[in-house]
């Protein structure tokens, strides 16, 4: 284990609250992915970025936003726009955007009541 | 959009029993087939994965296939152990959009 860390790894939250999950790399991977996992559905892609300041929206951006303005870090805002924000976040990094291995984070498991 | 079917969902077999897991794939243009095993409470982690020029991988007790015209792929876990009880993700990797698009997930139970 070692070389990409989330924090917290449980966090409550107060529905209508923004929450921010916290993503670094220290592997010197150009890449950062968010996932979300909700039982039965796999990994589901929100945000990525191939390099710093830049980022595209994955397949379920809507309600989240992130920014990416060092290499290592690659924080996720949950907004009170995300109608559904329970669910267990993963980072992942790689080396480059491309067909090779990510490496994931211990999650972090967000509950919203 | 792009789309991978992971069966079945759960699989129980007993200790030493093979397991196989399949997965098909809707883009053609996919060209990396990473598999991730993920224990309880844990991070997913690579185990095995394969590219579209190979139709076959092993690693062990551990084997992936590949069949591009049927764009399908499997892994096969042989002698199972309880220490192989893990959920298992297969994905793809496209080179159209750029994404890797996971499958839905196999719970496998391996009994003493």
């Known amino acids: 284990d070692g070389g990409i860390t989330q924090s917290p790894k449980y966090l409550f939250r107060k529905e209508g609250q923004n929450v921010t999950l916290s993503c670094e790399q220290n592997l010197n991977h150009d890449a950062m992915y968010w996932y979300r996992q909700d039982p039965g559905q796999g990994l589901r892609l929100i945000y990525y970025?191939?390099?710093?300041?830049?980022?595209q929206k994955g397949d379920i951006a809507e309600g989240y936003s992130v920014s990416r303005e060092k290499k290592e870090s690659f924080p996720l805002t949950v907004t009170s726009a995300q109608k559904n924000p329970t669910a267990f976040y993963l980072c992942?990094?790689?080396?480059?955007?491309?067909?090779?291995?990510?490496?994931f984070g211990p999650g972090t498991r967000l509950t919203v009541t | 959009g792009e789309n991978v079917e992971q069966h079945p969902s759960t699989l129980s077999v007993q200790e030493g029993d093979s397991a196989v897991i399949k997965c098909t794939y809707s883009d053609s243009a996919s060209n990396y087939f990473p598999w991730y095993k993920q224990e309880l409470g844990k991070r997913p982690q690579l185990i095995i994965d394969i590219r579209s020029n190979v139709g076959e991988k092993k690693d062990q007790r551990i084997a992936v296939t590949l069949n591009k015209t049927a764009k399908h792929f499997s892994l096969h876990i042989t002698e199972t152990q309880p220490e192989d009880s893990a959920v298992y993700f297969c994905a793809a990797f496209s080179s159209n959009t750029g994404k890797l698009i996971f499958g839905q997930g196999t719970t496998l139970q391996v009994k003493p």
């Open positions: 992942a990094s790689s080396i480059g955007q491309g067909a090779v291995e990510q490496y």
């Open positions: 970025s191939q390099i710093v300041n830049d980022f």
